[in-house]
């Protein structure tokens, strides 16, 4: 059984959250990747959907990020309206405040609307 107190692991989700959750990063990992294929957010102009592929790299410092809580976060951008790249930027942010990464790296590719596939990648520390 775990030492660790998660609010969403082990607990129905009803709604999302912008709290990522972590714990502490296992001595010998040295990478972790994180992707969705179920994120979505709206065109912050038109209001139309839009549908991401999410993949988050990072080379973990002291903490990792707990999964289920990563789910909800990300599901918290269904109504919200972002441009590809300012998304990007905002989970590089909020992965790094969360988890003290010595680097991430958050890649976006929001599925083709109008013809258009847009590729944005965001990361931190910025070199």
């Known amino acids: ?3 660790y ?3 969403a692991l082990g607990k129905k989700a009803s709604a999302p959250t912008r709290k990522l959750e972590v714990f502490p ?6 990478k972790v990747v ?10 912050p102009v038109t209001g ?3 549908w991401e592929t999410v993949r988050i790299e990072f080379e973990p410092g002291p ?3 707990e999964s289920k809580s990563l789910k909800l ?3 918290s951008f269904r109504e919200e309206g972002a441009f590809c790249e300012a998304l990007a930027a905002r989970i590089a942010k909020d992965i790094y405040e969360a988890a003290s990464p010595r680097k991430v790296t958050v890649s976006i590719t929001q ?12 990361s931190l520390p910025e070199a």
Do not use: H
């Open 63 to 65: 903490y990792c990020i």
């Open 25 to 30: 990063t296992p001595a010998t990992v040295r």
């Open 34 to 43: 994180l992707e969705s294929d179920e994120v979505t957010s709206l065109c």
């Open 1 to 3: 059984m775990s030492d």
């Open 5 to 7: 107190s998660f609010e």
């Open 48 to 50: 139309q959907p839009d």
């Open 73 to 75: 976060y990300l599901w």
């Open 111 to 122: 599925k083709p609307r109008g013809g258009i596939t847009i590729f944005a990648e965001a």
